[in-house]
């Protein structure tokens, strides 16, 4: 690409804006490890408690189960654009994957509506369209 092309492409980039979203870009799904998660309710002001998983495989593979408001709490209830989580996701690197989750910061531009799409876990952002039956 010739340089001319490519500081034009940058200018429209910078003027537009772009937004941040996280994605799983390995078959299996999104998932926090537990460091991470903790970072996140920390960075986030959110309270929590620690308890010990049902059994002891589970508690060996996953770490405690994070209870947040008397409920066992997931990260797959964070939004993707959050900012947070997105500075989770630079912060601590690959240390941020969950169990089968290779996650991956996207930026697109500010003016796209989006949707996640996967196949088996495996992620990709999307523009919304319209459709019609």
């Known amino acids: 690409m010739d340089q001319n092309k490519l500081n034009h492409n940058e200018l429209i980039r910078h003027l537009r804006g772009f937004q941040r979203i996280v994605i799983n870009t390995c078959y299996g ?7 991470a998660k903790k970072l996140y309710l920390e960075l986030a002001g959110i309270e929590y408690i620690l308890d010990q998983q049902l ?38 690197g690959s240390k941020a ?17 989006w949707n996640i799409a996967e196949y088996d876990g495996k992620e990709w952002v999307e523009e919304k369209h319209r459709r019609w039956s």
């Open 29 to 35: 799904g999104f998932d926090l490890s537990f460091e």
């Open 97 to 113: 994957n969950g169990n089968h989750a290779k996650l991956k910061v996207v930026e697109i531009p500010l003016d796209v509506e």
């Open 55 to 92: 059994d002891r495989d589970r508690q060996i593979r996953l770490g405690h189960r994070i209870i947040v408001n008397d409920t066992e709490w997931h990260s797959r209830s964070i939004d993707r654009d959050d900012p947070i989580l997105v500075s989770v996701i630079y912060r601590l």
